[in-house]
Nanobody, 122 residues
Framework: VQLQASGGGLVQAGGSLRLSCAAS????????MGWFRQAPGKEREFVAG????????YYADSGKGRFTISRDIAKNTMYLQMNRLKPEDTAVYYC????????????????WGQGTLVTVSS
């Protein structure tokens, strides 16, 4: 399985970005995808996840009401729409894939994308 994340960039506080994660390879064995982020000097943390088959999104508190996760089965692609961005959202964002539906556990994600940098200026 290969994951390719894209869409990061520099944006002012209050702005929006849309991240994409294209999956390829043998993804049929996996049921769930997620977004994580890692800020400088901090541990990687869960941001949002979605069940691939049931389209059931779930979020960390940090993104509720501002972030929307979605997926396009035909394109094998997951998205993260981020609105009303804050400087504290600055991080490298990673997409990942898991066999476990609804998991937030970083250790249950088997494959990871290369990360895309989001910088929010104040």
């Amino acid at each position: 399985v290969q994951l390719q994340a894209s869409g990061g960039g520099l944006v002012q506080a209050g702005g929006s970005l849309r991240l994409s994660c294209a999956a390829s390879g043998r993804t049929v064995d996996y049921n769930n995808m997620g977004w994580f982020r890692q800020a400088p000097g901090k541990e990687r943390e869960f941001v949002a996840g979605i069940s691939w088959n049931y389209d059931s999104p779930y979020y960390a508190d940090s993104g509720k009401g501002r972030f929307t996760i979605s997926r396009d089965i035909a394109k094998n692609t997951m998205y993260l729409q981020m609105n009303r961005l804050k400087p504290e959202d600055t991080a490298v964002y990673y997409c990942a894939i898991s066999r476990y539906v609804g998991t937030r556990d970083i250790n249950k994600y088997d494959y990871w994308g290369q990360g895309t940098l989001v910088t929010v200026s104040s």
